[in-house]
């Protein structure tokens, strides 16, 4: 099992910056290549964010491209979502996930998934 926890989620103005950050651990995390973000509004279907390869190739959804930047640190098992120029559209449950495959990590199919940190930008 691989094990992922969240932290950075908060408030903040529309035009303001957050950092989210996903720990992973776990005996099998050496078979996971993909670790990524979706986020999910009440009501509606999660959404994708952006996904990192083991070796930094980075994807980005339509919506946030040019705003997230996606990172990995492949020594602290670790991930971080830097998002900037943030409006009341990307307020959501951002979920952290982790993968073998691409089709997983892009789709929402992935086998591993975080508790989810709030994220709430204000007009």
């Known amino acids: 099992q691989v094990q992922l926890v969240e932290s950075g989620g908060g408030l903040v103005q529309a035009g303001g910056s957050l950092r989210l950050s996903c720990a992973a651990s776990?005996?099998?995390?050496?078979?996971?290549?993909?670790m990524g973000w979706f986020r999910q509004v009440p009501g509606k279907e999660r959404e994708f964010v952006a996904a990192?390869?083991?070796?930094?190739?980075?994807y980005y959804a339509d919506s946030i491209q040019g705003r997230f930047t996606i990172s990995r640190d492949n020594a602290q098992n670790t991930i971080y979502l830097q998002m900037n120029s943030l409006k009341p559209e990307d307020t959501a449950l951002y979920y952290c996930?982790?993968?073998?495959?691409?089709?997983?990590?892009?789709?929402?199919?992935?086998?591993?998934w975080g508790q989810g940190t709030q994220v709430t930008v204000s007009s």
């Open positions: 776990g005996r099998t995390f050496g078979s996971v290549y993909f």
């Open positions: 996930t982790a993968s073998t495959t691409f089709n997983q990590a892009r789709t929402g199919t992935s086998p591993y």
């Open positions: 990192v390869s083991w070796t930094s190739d980075t």
